[in-house]
């Protein structure tokens, strides 16, 4: 199993799963030249090489260039929620259950499980679990999330090889930024907002296992973190509570925007 983030922030995310036998796109959100261009740089494929997108909620950084693709590339199936079906209808008319389908509980075929599990966030929102029963791998997906502390969540995607977390933001930039209104502030910091740098690492926390091989901490701030910021913070808290052996031998990177990163 291979996860590259090609681009991920407030002006467009997608990540690319290369399992077994299938190639997944999680999230569409800039342009269908823009995402050709980074799957070729990335991995030397382009959208003809993608049987399968996952598109996590219908906020616009995550599901812009949804109307192109499906226009031009007639054998790609969809998977997402009925939030986001339902956008897709109002905005561009379409309606057709053959390919852009509702994964309400987990998939299982071809060498290959989906299990799509519900986020904290201010519009319906899923993260995935995929598994490839070739390599025997998992990765989990944590798209824009505000607070997660469902017990019977963290069992579920609990000791997984491969993680992607929402790292959005430092709180107390987020708190003191002079260019942001107070609605967008509580939005952000709010528990159906987006996860900040601390509850990123306390939630990886609750995840990694003695499976784990790699993180990314993706979707972070062009204006209320960085990635040197992130790793501070993320570095002091292991040190703080003691996880220095767990984490030992975890490779951990932080996706940005415009910027391609392998785990």
């Known amino acids: 199993m291979n996860i590259i983030s090609l681009n991920s922030g407030s002006k467009g995310n997608s990540t690319l799963v290369t399992t077994y036998k299938h190639n997944i796109l999680i999230d569409i959100g800039y342009s269908m030249k823009r995402i050709n261009q980074d799957l070729l740089i990335a991995s030397g494929i382009d959208l003809e090489d993608i049987s399968i997108i996952f598109i996590s909620h219908q906020h616009t950084d995550h599901i812009s260039a949804f109307k192109t693709i499906y226009n031009k590339y007639q054998h790609i199936i969809f998977f997402t929620n009925e939030s986001v079906e339902k956008a897709i209808e109002e905005k561009w008319g379409i309606q057709d259950n053959e390919r852009v389908r509702t994964l309400y509980t987990e998939s299982?075929?071809?060498?290959?499980?989906?299990?799509?599990?519900?986020?904290?966030?201010?519009v319906e929102c899923y993260g995935l679990m995929v598994y490839d029963k070739y390599?025997?791998?998992?990765y989990?997906?944590?798209a824009d999330n505000g607070?997660?502390?469902?017990?019977?969540?963290?069992?579920?995607?609990y000791n997984k090889e491969y993680y992607?977390?929402?790292?959005?933001?430092?709180?107390?930039?987020q708190i003191q930024d002079t260019k942001r209104h107070e609605g967008l502030k509580r939005r952000v910091l709010g528990f159906y907002g987006h996860t900040s740098n601390v509850d990123a690492i306390e939630l990886a926390f609750k995840l990694v296992g003695d499976n784990t091989k790699g993180i990314i901490f993706n979707h972070l701030s062009e204006e209320c973190n960085n990635q040197e910021l992130a790793q501070n913070i993320h570095n002091n808290m292991i040190a703080i509570w003691g996880h220095k052996t767990l984490f030992k031998n975890i490779r951990i990177r932080y996706a940005l925007q415009s910027n391609i990163v392998e785990l």
């Open 108 to 122: 299982d075929g071809n060498n290959l499980t989906l299990t799509p599990f519900e986020l904290n966030h201010d």
């Open 135 to 138: 390599s025997k791998e998992t």
């Open 140 to 142: 989990v997906h944590i």
């Open 147 to 157: 607070k997660l502390y469902d017990k019977q969540l963290i069992e579920l995607i």
């Open 164 to 173: 992607s977390i929402e790292s959005n933001h430092d709180r107390t930039l």
